[in-house]
Structures are given as structure tokens and as C-alpha cells.
């Protein structure tokens, strides 16, 4: 079904020029090297999957997938390290930027989450103002009396 989607989109929507900084940094690190249609590859083959980037790309690797010239630039900038890729390959403060990008073009609802391979309702969430991205090192308040781990392990 995502399949089929993605299919649809490819067809259907033009997608505009999509910024480096609008991406998480394992994409944009392998948009900057091997083009942002590496990335893209790497997204829809492997999504929230870790990999293997072997150091010579063999016939029958499964890397042959996103092309053989792509896969040849990945294991030339990426040999024997190990990729996290991410579900979706913009950030959180990109995803949102994007959104009102494609708002700002006129397009519609359907094809903002056709274009940027999410669901209507996130890209109405991200519309509204509902769904901010959150921001690094905030915590929840601690409990009056609550004491901290250490101090608990330290009187065991």
C-alpha cells in the first residue's frame, strides 16, 4: 500500500527543490556526499532500519537496489561504518518548514502528505500549530520530596 502511494506521488505531485538543512543529519550527511536521491533511496528501501555499508559494493548486494553508480558513491563515503536511516528523512523543524512551503504553493492537503511521504492528519497537526517540534533537554519537573537516584542507590 505505502508502495502504491509513493508510486502515485511520483506521478502526481512535482516536488520542489528540497533544502540540505531540512533533513535529519544522516540524510543530509548522505545527500551532501552521494545526492539527495541517495538519501531518498536509503529512506524508502530502509526506513528506521541500521546499516551495513560494506567497503566494496559486490554484484549481489542488496545495495545494488538504489542503483549501482549510488551504491558506489555510498561505500566510497561511507564504507565499513554503520547508517542509521531514519522513517521519514526531514527533521522535525524541516518537516515543518516544508509543510508551509508547499501551503505557501497552494497545494493541497493530500498533496503535502503525498509529496513529503506523511499522513493528512500530520500535515493538518503541523498546519494548526498542533504539532511543534520539541525541543531538546526539556524535562519534566521532579516531584516535591523526590530525591535523585544517586542519592537513593548511595543509602542501599
Not at 533511496?41 to 537496489?65: E, M, T
Given at each position: 500500500?505505502?508502495?502504491?502511494?509513493?508510486?502515485?506521488?511520483?506521478?502526481?505531485?512535482?516536488?520542489?527543490?528540497?533544502?540540505?538543512?531540512?533533513?535529519?543529519?544522516?540524510?543530509?550527511e548522505v545527500a551532501e556526499i552521494c545526492g539527495i536521491y541517495t538519501a531518498?533511496?536509503?529512506?524508502?528501501?530502509?526506513?528506521?532500519?541500521?546499516?551495513?555499508?560494506?567497503?566494496?559494493?559486490?554484484?549481489?548486494?542488496?545495495?545494488?537496489?538504489i542503483g549501482r553508480d549510488n551504491a558506489q558513491k555510498l561505500c566510497a563515503a561511507f564504507g565499513g561504518a554503520t547508517?542509521?536511516?531514519?522513517?521519514?528523512?526531514?527533521s522535525l523543524?524541516?518537516?515543518?518548514?516544508?509543510?508551509?512551503?508547499?501551503?505557501?504553493?497552494h497545494y493541497s492537503q493530500r498533496d503535502i502528505a503525498l509529496a513529503l511521504t506523511?499522513?493528512?492528519?500530520?500535515?493538518r497537526k503541523i498546519k494548526n500549530g498542533s504539532c511543534r517540534p520539541r525541543r531538546a533537554g526539556r524535562r519534566r519537573q521532579a516531584l516535591p520530596g523526590q530525591i535523585e537516584i544517586e542519592d537513593y542507590l548511595q543509602k542501599l
Open positions: 500500500m505505502k508502495a502504491l502511494a509513493r508510486q502515485i506521488a511520483a506521478i502526481h505531485v512535482e516536488k520542489p527543490e528540497i533544502p540540505l538543512n531540512c533533513l535529519t543529519k544522516t540524510m543530509r531518498k533511496q536509503l529512506v524508502y528501501y530502509w526506513p528506521g532500519c541500521r546499516i551495513y555499508v560494506p567497503r566494496k559494493i559486490a554484484d549481489d548486494s542488496d545495495f545494488n537496489v547508517l542509521e536511516v531514519p522513517r521519514n528523512m526531514f523543524e524541516g518537516l515543518d518548514y516544508m509543510v508551509h512551503e508547499l501551503q505557501a504553493l506523511i499522513s493528512q492528519r500530520q500535515v
